[in-house]
T-cell receptor, first 113, second 111 residues
């Protein structure tokens, strides 16, 4: 059972464009939703995270939008740059008890110059 | 000044062998994890330790045995390696919140 579904699998965006990656979750006990960025040969690195008490969080060019009723959240990368080319993973976990991350399947983003 | 480190970075071995992967964190975190990333890049939790106590043990074969000698270290020992064990194994750590910091990974190849 895939508890966190991520789309698209791959994404090509022109430099300066907006990259949008979507995730949907099933387990209503999840209350922490991070996005991780992974470059080839490296470990995942935390990019930005949100909790369900807010509908949007922005850090620089990265924004998470969160829709609790729809059980969906998305990552928007504004002014996408070639250096943003990487694999992005959404994830979810519980704030207490079991804190292990349940990951989405990943989105490979290519930003073309 | 690496936060979460793993050794070795690459591990190539024959089927049936026993191998260990080591993880150390210098962040003062109290919870450590092992994740497996398969060939399709899917990341899945294997184990979690909190203050040296096992708190999560997903459906992982008994051939995998984690050991935490202290809060800063979490090792993974794998017995009787199989072809399907080939993957990248990531160690991660966190403290009192959900922010998890990942190590650089160990790419295990079983021939």
């Amino acid at each position: 059972q895939q508890q966190v579904k991520q789309s698209p699998q791959s994404l090509i965006v022109q430099k300066g464009g907006i990259s949008i990656i979507n995730c949907a979750y099933e387990n209503t006990a999840f209350d922490y939703f991070p996005w991780y960025q992974q470059f080839p040969g490296k470990g995942p690195a935390l990019l930005i995270a949100i909790r369900p008490d807010v509908s949007e969080k922005k850090e620089g060019r990265f924004t998470i939008s969160f829709n609790k009723s729809a059980k969906q959240f998305s990552l928007h990368i504004m002014d996408s740059q070639p250096g943003d080319s990487a694999t992005y993973f959404c994830a979810a976990s519980m704030d207490t008890g079991r804190r292990a991350l349940t990951f989405g399947s990943g989105t490979r983003l290519q930003v073309q110059p | 000044d690496t936060a979460v480190s793993q050794t070795p970075k690459y591990l190539v071995t024959q089927m049936g062998n026993d191998k260990s992967i080591k993880c150390e964190q210098n962040l003062g975190h109290d919870t450590m994890y092992w994740y497996k990333q398969d060939s399709k890049k899917f990341l899945k939790i294997m184990f979690s330790y909190n203050n040296k106590e096992l708190i999560i043990n997903e459906t992982v074969p008994n051939r995998f045995s984690p050991k935490s000698p202290d809060k800063a270290h979490l090792n993974l020992h794998i017995n009787s390696l199989e072809l399907g064990d080939s993957a990248v194994y990531f160690c991660a750590s966190s403290h009192n919140n959900n922010e998890q910091f990942f190590g650089p990974g160990t790419r295990l190849t079983v021939l």
